[in-house]
Protein backbone atom coordinates (compact mmCIF):
# COMPACT_ATOMS: atom_id res chain seq x y z
CA UNK A 1 0.00 0.00 0.00
CA UNK A 2 1.63 3.14 -1.20
CA UNK A 3 1.70 6.36 1.07
CA UNK A 4 -0.51 9.29 0.12
CA UNK A 5 -0.03 12.76 1.34
CA UNK A 6 -1.36 14.28 4.74
CA UNK A 7 -5.07 15.84 4.83
CA UNK A 8 -5.37 19.16 6.22
CA UNK A 9 -8.56 21.54 6.75
CA UNK A 10 -9.38 23.36 4.03
CA UNK A 11 -9.53 27.28 5.65
CA UNK A 12 -13.10 29.12 4.94
CA UNK A 13 -14.29 32.04 5.56
CA UNK A 14 -16.04 32.90 8.83
CA UNK A 15 -20.10 32.46 9.07
CA UNK A 16 -19.61 29.86 5.91
CA UNK A 17 -21.56 26.75 6.62
CA UNK A 18 -18.77 24.07 5.37
CA UNK A 19 -18.52 20.58 4.99
CA UNK A 20 -16.87 18.42 7.95
CA UNK A 21 -15.86 15.06 7.19
CA UNK A 22 -15.54 12.46 9.78
CA UNK A 23 -14.52 9.75 8.02
CA UNK A 24 -14.47 7.66 4.55
CA UNK A 25 -16.24 4.46 4.36
CA UNK A 26 -18.01 1.59 1.90
CA UNK A 27 -21.39 1.97 0.36
CA UNK A 28 -22.64 -0.46 3.02
CA UNK A 29 -22.75 2.28 5.53
CA UNK A 30 -25.41 4.04 3.94
CA UNK A 31 -28.44 2.58 5.92
CA UNK A 32 -26.35 3.04 9.03
CA UNK A 33 -26.13 6.70 8.03
CA UNK A 34 -29.67 7.19 7.36
CA UNK A 35 -30.39 5.63 10.84
CA UNK A 36 -28.52 8.11 12.46
CA UNK A 37 -29.48 11.04 11.07
CA UNK A 38 -32.87 9.94 11.87
CA UNK A 39 -31.74 9.15 15.82
CA UNK A 40 -30.08 13.06 15.41
CA UNK A 41 -26.56 11.62 16.84
CA UNK A 42 -25.34 14.19 17.85
CA UNK A 43 -21.79 15.48 15.67
CA UNK A 44 -19.45 17.74 16.23
CA UNK A 45 -22.20 20.53 15.62
CA UNK A 46 -25.18 19.58 17.43
CA UNK A 47 -27.09 21.53 15.12
CA UNK A 48 -26.49 19.85 12.07
CA UNK A 49 -27.37 15.91 11.18
CA UNK A 50 -24.65 13.19 9.70
CA UNK A 51 -25.05 12.65 6.51
CA UNK A 52 -23.26 10.75 3.16
CA UNK A 53 -21.61 11.95 -0.13
CA UNK A 54 -20.99 9.15 -2.24
CA UNK A 55 -18.51 8.59 -5.24
CA UNK A 56 -18.13 5.56 -6.82
CA UNK A 57 -18.40 3.54 -4.53
CA UNK A 58 -16.73 5.95 -2.00
CA UNK A 59 -18.91 6.65 0.86
CA UNK A 60 -17.89 10.37 2.58
CA UNK A 61 -19.31 10.29 5.80
CA UNK A 62 -20.10 14.14 6.83
CA UNK A 63 -21.84 17.04 9.11
CA UNK A 64 -22.18 20.93 8.47
CA UNK A 65 -20.68 23.20 10.81
CA UNK A 66 -19.85 26.60 10.41
CA UNK A 67 -16.47 27.22 9.75
CA UNK A 68 -15.68 29.78 11.46
CA UNK A 69 -15.92 28.31 14.59
CA UNK A 70 -12.72 26.45 14.12
CA UNK A 71 -10.74 29.58 14.22
CA UNK A 72 -6.79 28.98 15.57
CA UNK A 73 -8.09 30.02 19.48
CA UNK A 74 -10.88 27.56 19.52
CA UNK A 75 -8.38 25.01 17.83
CA UNK A 76 -5.98 25.73 21.00
CA UNK A 77 -9.07 25.51 23.75
CA UNK A 78 -9.32 21.86 25.23
CA UNK A 79 -12.75 22.75 26.67
CA UNK A 80 -13.58 24.34 23.18
CA UNK A 81 -11.53 20.62 21.27
CA UNK A 82 -12.60 18.18 24.15
CA UNK A 83 -16.57 17.54 23.83
CA UNK A 84 -16.18 18.24 19.72
CA UNK A 85 -13.56 15.37 19.46
CA UNK A 86 -15.30 12.80 21.25
CA UNK A 87 -18.40 13.51 18.98
CA UNK A 88 -16.37 12.98 16.26
CA UNK A 89 -15.06 9.68 17.33
CA UNK A 90 -18.58 8.60 18.44
CA UNK A 91 -19.42 9.08 15.16
CA UNK A 92 -16.38 7.56 13.29
CA UNK A 93 -16.89 4.49 15.55
CA UNK A 94 -20.76 4.05 14.87
CA UNK A 95 -19.64 3.88 11.01
CA UNK A 96 -16.83 1.30 12.02
CA UNK A 97 -19.93 -0.87 12.82
CA UNK A 98 -21.53 -1.09 9.58
CA UNK A 99 -18.14 -0.80 7.33
CA UNK A 100 -14.29 -0.39 6.94
CA UNK A 101 -13.11 2.92 7.71
CA UNK A 102 -10.44 5.47 6.95
CA UNK A 103 -11.06 7.87 9.73
CA UNK A 104 -9.45 11.83 9.56
CA UNK A 105 -8.40 13.67 11.86
CA UNK A 106 -10.60 16.11 14.14
CA UNK A 107 -11.06 19.38 12.24
CA UNK A 108 -10.85 18.32 8.51
CA UNK A 109 -13.40 20.48 6.66
CA UNK A 110 -14.09 21.18 2.88
CA UNK A 111 -15.49 24.07 1.77
CA UNK A 112 -18.63 22.55 -0.32
CA UNK A 113 -19.79 19.41 -1.53
CA UNK A 114 -18.39 20.06 -4.64
CA UNK A 115 -15.18 20.51 -3.31
CA UNK A 116 -15.00 17.34 -1.19
CA UNK A 117 -16.47 15.41 -4.57
CA UNK A 118 -13.71 16.66 -6.46
CA UNK A 119 -11.11 15.50 -4.09
CA UNK A 120 -12.85 11.81 -4.09
CA UNK A 121 -12.04 12.33 -7.26
CA UNK A 122 -8.30 12.72 -7.63
CA UNK A 123 -8.10 10.47 -4.63
CA UNK A 124 -10.65 7.29 -5.91
CA UNK A 125 -7.93 4.58 -6.14
CA UNK A 126 -6.03 5.43 -2.95
CA UNK A 127 -9.06 5.67 -1.15
CA UNK A 128 -10.32 2.23 -2.28
CA UNK A 129 -6.72 0.34 -2.16
CA UNK A 130 -6.44 1.83 1.79
CA UNK A 131 -9.92 0.62 2.39
CA UNK A 132 -9.22 -2.82 0.69
CA UNK A 133 -5.81 -3.12 3.06
CA UNK A 134 -8.15 -2.31 6.66
CA UNK A 135 -11.08 -4.32 5.56
CA UNK A 136 -11.74 -6.61 8.40
CA UNK A 137 -9.20 -5.46 10.51
CA UNK A 138 -9.35 -2.88 13.72
CA UNK A 139 -7.01 -1.27 15.75
CA UNK A 140 -6.02 -2.21 19.43
CA UNK A 141 -3.88 -0.61 21.84
CA UNK A 142 -1.95 -2.41 24.64
CA UNK A 143 -0.45 -0.25 27.28
CA UNK A 144 1.43 -1.07 30.54
CA UNK A 145 1.39 0.37 33.93
CA UNK A 146 4.30 -0.44 36.60
CA UNK A 147 4.43 0.60 40.32
CA UNK A 148 7.70 1.01 41.14
CA UNK A 149 7.34 0.12 44.77
CA UNK A 150 6.46 -2.92 43.74
CA UNK A 151 9.03 -3.71 40.76
CA UNK A 152 12.00 -2.86 42.61
CA UNK A 153 12.82 -5.44 45.19
CA UNK A 154 11.08 -7.84 42.50
CA UNK A 155 14.06 -6.78 40.12
CA UNK A 156 16.46 -6.74 42.62
CA UNK A 157 15.82 -10.10 43.88
CA UNK A 158 16.66 -11.79 40.47
CA UNK A 159 19.80 -9.72 40.16
CA UNK A 160 22.93 -12.20 41.98
CA UNK A 161 25.08 -8.84 42.30
CA UNK A 162 22.40 -6.48 44.06
CA UNK A 163 21.42 -9.42 46.20
CA UNK A 164 25.03 -9.90 47.05
CA UNK A 165 25.47 -5.96 47.92
CA UNK A 166 22.26 -6.00 50.46
CA UNK A 167 23.25 -9.07 51.79
CA UNK A 168 26.77 -7.37 52.73
CA UNK A 169 25.85 -4.00 53.58
CA UNK A 170 27.09 -2.69 56.76
CA UNK A 171 25.63 -2.05 59.98
CA UNK A 172 27.25 1.47 60.89
CA UNK A 173 24.77 4.06 59.64
CA UNK A 174 26.99 6.11 58.04
CA UNK A 175 28.59 3.60 55.96
CA UNK A 176 25.14 1.47 55.42
CA UNK A 177 23.49 5.36 53.94
CA UNK A 178 26.32 5.47 51.25
CA UNK A 179 26.02 1.74 50.38
CA UNK A 180 22.27 1.96 49.94
CA UNK A 181 22.52 4.97 47.84
CA UNK A 182 24.84 3.13 45.59
CA UNK A 183 23.09 0.31 45.66
CA UNK A 184 19.36 2.45 45.06
CA UNK A 185 21.40 3.42 41.87
CA UNK A 186 22.16 0.25 40.87
CA UNK A 187 18.48 -0.99 41.18
CA UNK A 188 17.12 2.04 39.27
CA UNK A 189 19.43 0.93 36.54
CA UNK A 190 18.55 -2.96 36.61
CA UNK A 191 15.11 -1.85 36.23
CA UNK A 192 15.41 0.55 33.51
CA UNK A 193 17.05 -2.89 31.89
CA UNK A 194 14.11 -5.35 33.20
CA UNK A 195 11.54 -2.77 31.68
CA UNK A 196 13.19 -2.53 28.12
CA UNK A 197 13.64 -6.03 27.99
CA UNK A 198 9.75 -6.84 28.97
CA UNK A 199 9.06 -4.03 26.34
CA UNK A 200 10.67 -5.86 23.51
CA UNK A 201 9.46 -9.30 24.07
CA UNK A 202 6.00 -7.92 24.08
CA UNK A 203 6.00 -6.47 21.33
CA UNK A 204 7.98 -9.43 20.00
CA UNK A 205 5.16 -11.56 21.14
CA UNK A 206 2.09 -9.76 20.04
CA UNK A 207 3.51 -8.28 16.67
CA UNK A 208 3.48 -11.80 14.86
CA UNK A 209 -0.56 -11.80 15.48
CA UNK A 210 -0.85 -8.17 13.86
CA UNK A 211 -0.58 -7.10 10.52
CA UNK A 212 1.27 -3.72 11.49
CA UNK A 213 1.95 -1.91 14.90
CA UNK A 214 2.60 1.64 15.87
CA UNK A 215 4.68 2.59 19.15
CA UNK A 216 3.34 5.42 20.60
CA UNK A 217 4.55 8.05 23.32
CA UNK A 218 3.62 7.01 27.37
CA UNK A 219 1.61 9.52 28.81
CA UNK A 220 2.15 11.42 32.11
CA UNK A 221 0.19 10.63 34.62
CA UNK A 222 -1.50 14.11 34.05
CA UNK A 223 -2.94 12.31 30.86
CA UNK A 224 -3.77 8.78 32.11
CA UNK A 225 -5.45 9.47 35.55
CA UNK A 226 -3.36 6.74 36.83
CA UNK A 227 -0.94 6.71 39.71
CA UNK A 228 0.76 3.96 38.47
CA UNK A 229 3.45 5.42 35.72
CA UNK A 230 2.60 4.36 31.82
CA UNK A 231 5.79 2.22 30.73
CA UNK A 232 4.31 0.36 27.41
CA UNK A 233 1.77 1.95 25.02
CA UNK A 234 1.61 0.40 21.85
CA UNK A 235 -1.21 0.48 18.90
CA UNK A 236 -1.72 -2.94 16.43
CA UNK A 237 -3.50 -3.52 13.22
CA UNK A 238 -5.00 -6.99 14.43
CA UNK A 239 -6.86 -8.81 11.90
CA UNK A 240 -10.20 -10.06 12.70
CA UNK A 241 -9.83 -13.78 12.49
CA UNK A 242 -6.18 -13.45 14.07
CA UNK A 243 -8.01 -11.49 16.95
CA UNK A 244 -7.99 -14.90 19.23
CA UNK A 245 -4.44 -15.67 18.78
CA UNK A 246 -3.62 -11.95 19.68
CA UNK A 247 -5.61 -11.95 23.14
CA UNK A 248 -4.38 -15.43 23.88
CA UNK A 249 -0.33 -13.84 23.56
CA UNK A 250 -1.51 -11.32 25.47
CA UNK A 251 -2.89 -12.91 27.90
CA UNK A 252 0.57 -15.43 28.37
CA UNK A 253 2.38 -12.39 28.82
CA UNK A 254 -0.20 -10.89 31.31
CA UNK A 255 0.29 -14.04 33.19
CA UNK A 256 4.17 -13.78 33.04
CA UNK A 257 4.48 -10.65 34.69
CA UNK A 258 2.17 -11.16 37.50
CA UNK A 259 3.34 -10.03 41.06
CA UNK A 260 5.68 -7.84 39.48
CA UNK A 261 4.11 -4.60 39.55
CA UNK A 262 3.82 -4.11 35.76
CA UNK A 263 0.14 -4.51 34.55
CA UNK A 264 -1.22 -4.69 31.00
CA UNK A 265 -4.04 -3.43 29.45
CA UNK A 266 -5.81 -3.91 26.38
CA UNK A 267 -8.37 -1.70 25.00
CA UNK A 268 -10.35 -1.85 21.12
CA UNK A 269 -11.42 -2.13 18.33
CA UNK A 270 -10.87 1.35 17.43
CA UNK A 271 -10.97 2.62 13.89
CA UNK A 272 -7.09 2.59 12.59
CA UNK A 273 -6.18 6.20 13.15
CA UNK A 274 -2.68 4.91 13.71
CA UNK A 275 -2.54 3.42 10.50
CA UNK A 276 -4.15 5.48 7.84
CA UNK A 277 -1.94 6.78 5.39
CA UNK A 278 -3.01 10.45 5.52
CA UNK A 279 -4.62 12.25 2.48
CA UNK A 280 -3.97 15.85 1.21
CA UNK A 281 -7.23 17.90 0.79
CA UNK A 282 -4.50 20.12 -1.63
CA UNK A 283 -7.14 23.38 -2.87
Known sequence: MSAVPAMTAVPAA???????????????CLPLVRALAAEQLAGVDERYPVAALEEAGTVAVIGEVDSGEFSDENLQSLSWVGPRAFRHEAVVERIMGASTVLPVKFGTI?????????????????????LEHLSDKAEWSVKGYLVDAQARPV?????????????????APGARYLQQKQLDVAIDAALRLWLAQASEYLGQSLAPHAVD??????????VTGRSERMVFNAS??????ALAGFRAALALQQQAYAGTGLTLELRGP?????????LAAGR
Open 14 to 28: AAERAIYLYCLARAE
Open 110 to 130: FRSRASLLEFLGRHREDVARV
Open 155 to 171: VAASDAAIVSRMATLPA
Open 213 to 222: TSELRCHAGT
Open 236 to 241: FLVADA
Open 270 to 278: WPPYNFCPA
